[in-house]
């Protein structure tokens, strides 16, 4: 991952120019300041690799500072400290009503449920956000803070049910809703989220139907939900309250939410759908409501940062292979055959590199973090042409956010704001049929676009496990008293997150990471530039 750090207010991706002024009646030596142009060096290359590309907000860090460690944990533990109902109310917790011990919901007069079960999470259990050290920032996917690569502790929040709850689970109301895209897995949240409300005794449960525009389109009403409307959605694909892009301003969502008397607001989506959720939580506090507004990651791309994966990601891999698999019939089966998959990833190419490492049928994969030339000695087109003289066949594999720059802009934006692309799958068609016309040698390309139809179906048994689990958390987090948070999974481990963290930029592929050097070992391809 990219990022640039700064020294006395210096961007290291500079440094280069003002080392010496820099260094210069410093309490560091000659070799220290080696060390830090060295690592200036490396950051200014990587910046440059990755042409820009939006990376994780970090702060200034002054490495003459002696107590930097310290200084860097405090502002991490500030900035990853997750908002609670307590920060703008004067209310007091109760003991939870939630127990794996008993069929119902625990009541008062029932005893502390920590007396009779003892699989509660405390407030002060964290998981590490990074568990490797790297000895250096030019080993393969280094991210370091200093130039030594020095080992700092990051805990963020553990997610679980906790000994006490502030709701009065008969009195809440709690509403879900699902924005954007389809994503397989969304049944899956659902329905767990009711049955967890259920479980802490919430009976007054509903849906708002297609995304955000449902608080404010009147021809829209809310869908009661329980274990019997739940009980059976997961089996199919889709969502079942329905989704849609944009939607009515911040001020009428909460207008709609009071309106409503909603008290928990379970929202799915990306991280445009995040940064919706995040202006409501804001608003609800401006307000002073008593409202926690809890978000579930759902990015198919699996671009959201800090997390191991997001649901839907995993079967988005799982059922690209099975189109992979068919180009490469195709591929084989045909004289001098070309299959051409284009597989989703706007501006992150994670499900074009699992797929085409799960497949072992890619020859050549493209994605948006690694620039490639189509034309010329190091081109895509000649080493295509090499693979047809020598094998007979070749698969390519490329991300629908790749190779953008050969394209014309389209300037226009969808209802959530994002850029409408060109269609990179078309033109690499067109640029490939020219190519072997132009030489002399017939080729058979088939191109595949499989998109919708990844997009629809229901979550694998791997998704279907992370979305039971999230749903879960995300209910344990809104009890808990949280707002402004999302659950997702770190290292292995579930926790939660301030929602501010995760949408401070884009998840992309590392081009300096081992998956992606995998890949390349996988698929056997040169370096395009």
């Known amino acids: 991952m990219a990022f640039t750090k700064a020294i006395n207010g210096v961007d290291l991706a500079d440094l280069h120019q003002h080392g010496i002024k820099f260094c210069s009646g410093s309490r560091l030596g000659n070799f220290h300041c080696a060390r830090i142009r060295k690592f200036a060096r490396v950051i200014k290359a990587e910046s440059q690799i990755t042409n820009s590309r939006p990376s994780v907000v970090k702060p200034q860090i002054d490495f003459t500072d002696l107590d930097w460690k310290k200084k860097f944990q405090e502002d991490f533990e500030k900035r990853f400290n997750l908002p609670h109902l307590r920060d703008i109310l004067d209310i007091k917790p109760r003991s939870t009503t939630f127990s794996l011990k008993s069929r119902i919901p625990l009541v008062d007069g029932n005893g502390a449920a920590s007396d009779i079960w003892n699989g509660y999470v405390n407030d002060d259990d964290r998981a590490l956000l990074k568990v490797i050290k790297f000895a250096s920032p030019t080993s393969a996917g280094a991210e370091c803070i200093d130039p030594d690569c020095s080992w700092v502790e990051q805990w963020v929040h553990r997610a679980g ?49 297609h995304g955000y525009r449902g608080f404010s389109d009147e021809r829209l009403s809310e869908v009661p939900l329980s274990r019997r409307v739940v009980q059976n959605i997961n089996l199919a694909g889709g969502s079942f309250l329905g989704v849609s892009r944009g939607g009515p301003s911040t001020s009428e969502i909460v207008d709609s939410i009071q309106a409503r008397r909603i008290d928990m607001l379970f929202v799915l989506g990306g991280d445009g759908t995040h940064a919706g959720a995040l202006a409501i939580h804001n608003e609800c506090r401006k307000r002073k409501l008593k409202v926690s507004v809890v978000g579930v990651p759902k990015t198919i791309d699996n671009d959201i940062l800090l997390m191991d994966k997001t649901f839907g990601f995993d079967t988005a891999v799982e059922e690209a292979q099975r189109v992979i698999n068919s180009a490469y019939v195709e591929a084989r089966s045909a004289y001098h055959g070309i ?50 003289k020598t094998k007979g066949n070749a698969v390519i594999c490329v991300a629908e956010g790749a190779g953008q720059e050969y394209l014309q802009k389209s300037n226009t934006t969808d209802a959530s704001g994002n850029v409408v692309l060109s269609d990179i799958g078309v033109h690499l068609q067109q640029q490939i049929k020219n190519h072997f016309k132009n030489i002399g040698i017939p080729a058979d390309l088939k191109y595949i676009d499989p998109t ?28 808990a008293g949280y707002s402004g948070i999302t659950t997702g999974i770190c290292n292995t481990h579930f926790v939660y997150f301030p929602i501010t963290e995760v949408i401070a930029s884009t998840r992309h592929v590392d081009k300096n990471s081992r998956m992606w050097h995998r890949c390349l070992t996988s698929t056997g391809q040169p370096d395009f530039n």
């Open 452 to 479: 919708y139809m990844i997009r629809a179906i229901r979550a694998n048994a791997s998704d279907a496990i992370l979305c039971t689990v999230l749903g879960q958390n995300a209910v344990h987090g809104a009890f």
């Open 339 to 388: 299959g051409l998959v284009k597989l989703m990833g706007r501006s992150s190419g994670f499900i074009a590199m699992h797929a085409s490492l799960s497949s072992g049928q890619i020859d050549i994969c493209l994605i948006p973090e690694v620039p490639f030339k189509l034309e010329g000695s190091n081109g895509v087109l000649q080493h295509l042409e090499h693979l047809i």
């Open 161 to 209: 049910p906790r000994k006490n709850i502030y709701y009065e689970p008969g009195e809440v109301k709690a509403a879900i809703v699902t924005c954007g895209g389809l994503c397989p897995g969304l049944n899956d949240v659902i329905r767990q989220i009711v049955l967890t409300l259920e479980k802490y005794g919430v009976k007054n449960i509903v849906g708002i139907p």
